[in-house]
């Protein structure tokens, strides 16, 4: 009975000691994202994204992060006809995220972060001049997974600024042409503990 007492007693000091190396907290940003393989070019859709997040230390220099997040991805473009009219055209897509990163430490102000993100599309829409076409989307894939890189400095002990490059690596659309998301984003990371 007493071995097990102190058994308890120091698994449960290990879990208390363990988990005081966890930080966490919330980030709230914009995006600005295209969609690669649709014929047109720029970072013309904006967006919000929305984070929770939890980080722990390796070692001095390198850290592990997971989040979870919302993200808003799409395009948006405008085609000008022979005629002097113009088509607006715009893809709005949601998604559920978990973004899984390792983070390098460079020095008190900067770090460099990379990893993966699983995302699952929530909901989607699209518009030709104001009107939805949102049918015309049935063939997207529900499941999206991308690269991603950041930069990330410092403002002060409880805040961080984030800049982050995320570029899917499977296709929005299983038939062809094949359609990537590509998003760029800045959040503002709050950090709890």
Same mark, same amino acid.
């Given at each position: /009975?007493?071995?097990?007492?102190? %058994?308890?007693?120091?698994? @449960?000091? +290990?879990?208390?000691?363990? %988990?005081?190396?966890?930080?966490?907290?919330?980030? #709230?940003?914009?995006?600005?994202?295209?969609?690669?393989?649709?014929?047109?070019?720029?970072?013309?859709?904006?967006?919000?994204?929305?984070?929770?997040?939890?980080?722990?230390?390796?070692?001095?220099?390198?850290?592990?992060?997971?989040?979870?997040?919302?993200?808003?991805?799409?395009?948006k473009?405008?085609e000008? =006809?022979?005629?002097?009219g113009?088509?607006? !055209?715009?893809?709005?897509?949601?998604?559920?995220?978990? *973004?899984? #990163?390792?983070?390098?430490?460079?020095?008190?102000?900067?770090?460099?972060?990379?990893?993966? %993100? *699983?995302?699952?599309?929530i909901?989607?829409?699209?518009?030709? !001049?104001?009107?939805?076409?949102?049918?015309? @989307?049935?063939? @997207?894939?529900?499941?999206?997974?991308?690269?991603?890189?950041?930069?990330?400095?410092?403002?002060?002990?409880?805040? =961080?600024? !984030?800049?982050r /490059?995320?570029?899917?690596?499977? *296709? @929005?659309?299983?038939?062809? *042409?094949f359609w990537?998301?590509? +998003?760029?984003?800045?959040? =503002?990371?709050y950090?709890?503990?």
């Amino acid at each position: /009975m007493k071995k097990n007492f102190f %058994s308890i007693i120091i698994i @449960l000091f +290990c879990f208390s000691s363990f %988990s005081q190396n966890f930080k966490g907290g919330i980030a #709230l940003g914009i995006t600005a994202s295209q969609i690669d393989g649709d014929k047109n070019s720029g970072y013309n859709k904006l967006g919000f994204n929305l984070r929770t997040f939890v980080k722990r230390n390796f070692t001095e220099k390198w850290q592990g992060q997971l989040e979870i997040g919302f993200l808003q991805k799409g395009t948006k473009f405008t085609e000008k =006809l022979d005629n002097d009219g113009k088509i607006e !055209n715009r893809i709005n897509l949601n998604y559920l995220e978990t *973004p899984i #990163l390792i983070n390098y430490i460079f020095s008190e102000k900067f770090d460099f972060s990379f990893g993966i %993100s *699983p995302s699952y599309l929530i909901g989607f829409s699209s518009e030709i !001049n104001k009107v939805d076409y949102t049918d015309d @989307l049935d063939k @997207l894939n529900d499941f999206d997974a991308s690269a991603l890189v950041s930069v990330n400095y410092k403002l002060t002990e409880k805040f =961080l600024l !984030n800049i982050r /490059m995320n570029y899917s690596f499977l *296709p @929005l659309k299983s038939i062809t *042409p094949f359609w990537f998301n590509n +998003c760029i984003s800045t959040c =503002l990371y709050y950090q709890i503990n």
